[in-house]
């Protein structure tokens, strides 16, 4: 089993920042991708970054690309999702994700939540104007 544990939510005004933390428990292993998705008030869940844990595979999803990064400190089991020049459009409920194979073995791409097997219990941004 795999243990996936966000911090970094809060309330922030538009225009800040935000750095968001995963950090991984238990059989990592398991966790070869990790994935940030978020979901706002009667959307659906979307996908916003993919990162493998080798380094290999990283991708950010169009509606975030320039604002949002993605990095790991392996060391520490965590990785990041490091928000900039937010809008009140972010405020949503964020969760990282992972599974240990790449989405491509489930047919479907990596920003579609079905890819992952392991969820972690979220964290909420809220963004003012």
């Known amino acids: 089993q795999v243990q996936l544990v966000e911090s970094g939510g809060g309330s922030v005004q538009a225009g800040g920042s935000l750095r968001l933390s995963c950090a991984a428990s238990?059989?990592?292993?398991?966790?070869?991708?990790i994935a940030w998705f978020r979901q706002a008030e009667g959307k659906e869940r979307e996908g916003l970054a993919v990162?493998?844990?080798?380094?290999?595979?990283?991708d950010i999803g169009d509606s975030v690309k320039g604002r949002f990064t993605v990095s790991q400190d392996n060391d520490r089991n965590t990785v990041y999702l490091q928000m900039n020049s937010l809008e009140p459009e972010d405020t949503a409920i964020y969760y990282c994700?992972?599974?240990?194979?790449?989405?491509?073995?489930?047919?479907?791409?990596?920003?579609?939540?079905?890819?992952?097997?392991?969820w972690g219990q979220g964290t909420q941004v809220t963004v003012s104007s």
């Open positions: 238990g059989y990592t292993v398991n966790a070869k991708y």
């Open positions: 994700a992972a599974d240990e194979q790449w989405s491509a073995v489930y047919g479907v791409p990596w920003y579609l939540a079905r890819a992952y097997k392991y």
């Open positions: 990162v493998s844990r080798d380094g290999s595979t990283a």
